[in-house]
Structures are given as structure tokens and as C-alpha cells.
């Protein structure tokens, strides 16, 4: 009995459409935070993000630093057509330009409000140090420097 190559194997678990569509991963797809994040596939036991092992079946190898982003912003879209590779800085700029950076409480590492960080800010301006103004909300002064500062909660008007 003749075995099944990897990208038998591979392309079965992918819905193809047409050439500009989303051809989604019918495999498993890890999930985080909720939201539908790449698909899976093992290789010898380990496993890949499926978009990657559609760009290398189509495209090659890929580069050492590089990573495979999406044009169309859908993490279990296959279609090598929707691929493109990048640094990580070019995948950072991507999600920015595009909207997709996490603000406020959507960033999980978030501490604040934007109500309070419109606070933090008035406290300051009112003459208050960052001292106090981080006891207040109990948290580290560089905190409160950054608020003020805008380094973090930039969208906080």
C-alpha cells in the first residue's frame, strides 16, 4: 500500500476555493483568548502553523528570520496567494497599520481603565507627583510616567 505524502496529507485538510478566497484550515486550529488563531499540522510528530507549511509546499523554504504573514488578516487562511513573507517588525507594522493592536483593556497586560488613565493624567496636571499619583492606584511610579508621558494608553484622549 502506497503511503500518502506530506502534501496529500496537507492539502486534504485545507477547503480550497477560489484562487482570491480564504481556503481555511479544516485541521485543528489552536485557540486563544477566544479568537481562532493558525492552524496546526505535525510533520514528523511536530507541529506547524499550517500557513507556514503552505508557503514552503508552494514557495520553498523558508528564510531563517522570516516569518509567513497574511494579506487577508485570517490567521487559518492556507491559500498561498494570501501569504507574503516578513520580519517580525514588518508583521508589527502590518497589524498597526491595519488596526489590530490591542488597546486598553483588549491587551491582556493592561492595568487601567481609559477612564483612569484620564484620571492619572488630570491628577498630574493638577500638581499631584507620580509618586502619589501611583499609590493612588496602587501601582509602580514608572506606571504613571508612562500614562503621562503617552508611551502606553496613547489612545486615551
Not at 33 to 48: D, E, M, N
Not at 55 to 75: F, M, S
Amino acid at each position: 500500500m502506497a503511503s500518502i505524502s506530506v502534501s496529500e496529507r496537507f492539502w486534504s485538510k485545507v477547503a480550497k476555493g477560489e484562487p482570491e478566497e480564504c481556503w481555511e484550515w479544516k485541521g485543528h486550529i489552536a485557540i486563544r483568548s477566544g479568537k481562532r488563531r493558525y492552524g496546526k499540522f505535525k510533520i514528523c510528530g511536530k507541529p506547524v502553523h499550517a500557513n507556514r507549511v503552505a508557503w514552503e509546499l508552494t514557495n520553498g523554504k523558508i528564510p531563517d528570520g522570516l516569518w509567513v504573514l497574511h494579506k487577508c488578516d485570517n490567521p487559518p487562511c492556507c491559500n498561498p496567494a494570501h501569504l507574503f513573507l516578513g520580519t517580525n517588525q514588518d508583521n508589527v507594522d502590518d497589524r498597526q497599520a491595519k488596526g489590530r493592536q490591542a488597546k486598553g483593556k483588549g491587551n491582556g497586560q493592561a492595568k487601567f481603565e481609559d477612564d483612569e488613565v484620564r484620571e492619572a493624567r488630570q491628577m498630574r496636571r493638577s500638581g499631584l507627583t507620580f509618586k502619589a499619583i501611583s499609590v493612588h492606584f496602587g501601582v509602580h511610579p514608572s506606571a504613571i510616567v508612562f500614562i503621562v508621558q503617552r508611551k502606553t494608553y496613547h489612545h486615551v484622549e
